[in-house]
């Protein structure tokens, strides 16, 4: 480094961007500023902790004390680093410093502490044996790395995989340590922990013959440079004189070491080696340079990443860590009410692992905070669509709007009222329920059962789970079933047949081939489908349960009754053991999605019970014309849908926090775990600062989970919340008193009849009996599936893969085209496609009664009618989907 770029990289003279010299007088950088924020933008000293509730403006702060110490020639921009936790706010940052100090500002670091470390790294990669090209592998890198590493060591025979293996190397990295650390302290005699040394062992040298780091690596790596060579750590010590680190509360121990080396002073030993030569003034009296000046930002209030490594203690214990720290809190707020803040005081008021704040806002107290208690979660979820309606009839756009849940099972409920209503949404950080993966590898069963000639239905539940089935296997098996003119399931209960099979893989696909026709035959009522297969598939009614075969039409005749679609989908995800492997993983994200299954079992059972004996063509219709209509789009913006965790960092008018009951908020997984119900508490503050005007707070008294029907209890956090604060549309009191049981003393007002509490209520799920029968559309040709796509000559492919694939390219068109099964069902469950209304017809709702027709908006599927109701005034219906039918 030289001379000239240690004083002044920019080459711009300090101050340049204001026009003054630093003379005294008003100081535009503090203009507007409350005591507080001032206090911490011209405080010095060793360290500063500036302690920023929710709203308080600390971006604001962190720039102005940024371009404070620039004005007020203290530091060099170079001297500066300045770290975020995302790129976003690293640019946000940015931005902001060069609109107050303009060219002065060049030359500092703004940025993550990935991207702060991979420029140390390329700078000294030399130093611990790696080329400054190194490659950084993201997280689909190392999942594939650790997928060959546990096939070589056959590690999945005792429950490995790269999802678990790859979560469990990360935890350990962010903790620096390596696979020899581990492997001092692992237990011996734990086969596990051997072999998961062994894979650590063998990920750690393909990484480092690879030249690679993973994302893990790059803080953790800079860390053990700075601790193997202090010369290195001297030269970035020596640079960066002022530290500035954002989100302070969200460090990991990696994190938190890496601001413990920058911030050490340089040693004589050290300062004699630099270069260029360390001059007379950076120096204190025991000729060391001294520790840079480190200022951090957060709040412990807002510390909700614990899963990630992050570690609360950072910040709480700052002032033993840093002595000698002065400490500043921000508590007046700039966003909320104040009625909206007193309850987020309360809650978090319960937690002692804090620094004490009490927020405030000059602003004023604002509406109260609205509460209700449904039935069920379909009646909380009626009444979140329901207000947010009428906040757009009040003017509100739907962009200001946003509803938190703890979990992303929840939001089925909410999806399915709100494309009722013809509300437009879009769920933030998540995939919409029957999007995820894990829900449309269990539907791709069902639609095979209700349609064994569906190709791409049965390409996916082939590797849902993974059982050895590979591309080139598929194929042999689809070209088999085409050339026979078979279906897809006796293609599989023939497989000995293909001789291109190995004896292993045939009894796979055998076994998984009698598993589908046993479900076949359950779904039409065959008496003891569940426990005994016909592995022969000599049964006309299992191998043909579309309806199309005459024999099976006389077994319809004799009276059999369709099983219950929650029976049948748990067959399936029991034998598959879908929700038991994703359990065993041990990851988050995979207990996430065990959750999404569980939550469609549920899904089937409330459809068994609105429409009993209906069956699995129903249900298969119903939902996928929720599923069509879930793109609803609107000029006015959607609606947010979001976990509470995506929620942190934003902000919005009108905030909805569902499912406040015990078990989800906070969640169940927290309250057996040391500091988990604190956690769960700083969430629900988090959620509850992001509402600047109006705040909505919704449980139910039971709810649905793991496919059973449970009493749901209300959260403690209510309890915390002053009773004045709250205006119960419908309390706890009053769903559960009138069962005969009384519910824990809430600071709700009971025995009232709160205006949400005598709305008419159930039906919005109800239908008619199918008259969907399968392989009679429209160019089926011959009697077969619709969705069993015909297609041309096919001599000149070269391989019996190339054949598959192009089959599969032809039924998804055929698909997407609107012909062939599933994506578009000729169904009459809750298809009003055809139905033409105009203004003033008189219409009949299942739930509202009668109504007049106001206007029409939209075309084609998301049509949708404005209705005036005598029950209930104006209500907005998709004409798709709503249980209605003109009036004679």
Known sequence: MSDFELLDPSGVPVGAGFGTDGASGPDPLLDGLNPAQERAVVSRGPALLIVAGAGSGKTRVLTHRIAHLIRQREAWPSQILAITFTNKAAAEMRERIEGLLGEASQGMWISTFHSACVRILRREAERFGYVSGFTIYDSADSRALLKRIIKELDADTYGFTPANSGSKISKLKNELSDADSYAATMN?????????????????????????????????????????????????????????????????????????????????????????????????????????SLTVVGDSDQSIYAFRGADIRNIVEFERDFRGAEVVKLEQNYRSTQNILSAANAVIGNNFDRQEKNLWTAEGDGARITGFTGYSQHDEARFVAE???????????????????????????????????????????????????????????????????????????????????????????????????????????????????????????????????????????????????????????????????????????????????????????????????????????????AENLEELVAVAREFDVKQPGAGLLAFLTEVSLVAAADDLDDTSGTVSLMTMHTAKGLEFKAVFITGV????????????????????????????????????????????????????????????????????????????????????????????????????????????????????GSGSGGGRSSAAVSEPASGNMQSALDKWRERKRLAKEAQAAGGGFPNTIGGAIRDNGDLELAAGDRITHDEYGEGRVTAISGAGSKRIAHVVFDSVGERKLLVKLAPIQKAD
């Open 387 to 593: 207000e947010i309606e009428e906040l757009h009839r009040g003017g509100l756009a739907y962009g200001d709007v946003a509803v938190f849940y703890r979990t992303n099972s929840q939001t089925r409920a909410l999806e399915e009222l709100l494309i009722r209503s013809a509300i437009p949404y879009r769920v933030l950080g998540g995939t919409k329920f029957y999007e995820r993966a894990e829900v449309k590898d269990a539907m791709a069963y069902l639609t095979s059962i209700a349609n064994p000639y569906d190709p791409i239905a049965w390409s996916r539940l082939l590797g849902a789970p993974k059982r050895g089935i590979g591309p080139m296997a598929e194929a042999h098996l689809a070209n088999f079933q085409e050339n026979h003119g078979i279906s897809f399931h006796e293609a599989m209960l023939r497989a000995d047949e293909v001789g291109q099979l190995g004896p292993k893989l045939k009894g796979t696909v055998r076994e998984l081939g009698e598993l589908l026709l046993r479900a076949a035959r359950m779904a039409v009522g065959e008496p003891g489908a569940a426990a005994a297969g016909d592995p022969q598939g000599t049964d006309p009614q299992a191998a043909d349960p579309q309806g199309t075969d005459p024999q099976a039409d006389v077994a319809a005749d004799e009276g059999k009754k369709p099983a219950p679609v929650a029976d049948l989908l748990k067959l399936i995800l029991d034998e598959t053991e879908m929700i038991e492997k994703l359990r065993a993983r041990r990851d988050p994200q995979d207990d996430a999605r």
């Open 661 to 776: 009951e015990e078990g989800l908020l906070p969640h169940q997984m927290s309250v057996d775990e040391v500091g988990g119900v604190n956690e769960e508490r700083r969430l629900m503050y988090v959620g509850i600062t992001r509402a600047r005007e109006r705040l909505f707070l919704t449980l139910a008294s039971t709810r649905a989970t793991f496919g059973d029907v449970s009493v749901a209890m209300p959260s403690r956090f209510l309890q915390e919340i002053p009773e004045g604060l709250i205006d119960w549309r419908q309390s706890p009191g009053e769903v559960t008193g009138r069962g005969g049981t009384e519910s824990r003393a809430l600071n709700a007002v009971r025995g009232g009849s709160g205006g949400y509490g005598s709305r008419a209520r159930g039906g919005a799920g109800r239908g008619t009996e199918s008259s969907v029968s399968f392989g009679t």
């Open 188 to 292: 011996e005699n734990d086969p596990r922990d051997r072999l998961f040394v062994e894979i650590f062992k063998m990920y750690e040298q393909e990484l480092k013959r690879a030249n690679a780091f993973d994302f893990d690596d790059l803080i953790g790596q800079t860390v053990h440079l700075f601790r193997a060579h202090p010369d290195v750590a001297a030269v970035y010590q020596r640079r960066f004189r002022h530290i500035l680190v954002d989100e302070y509360q969200d460090t990991n121990h990696a994190q938190y070491s890496l601001i413990r080396e920058l911030t050490r002073p340089v040693e004589p030993e050290e300062v004699a080696r630099l270069v260029p030569p360390a001059r007379d003034r950076e120096l204190d009296a025991s000729g060391r340079i001294p520790a840079a």
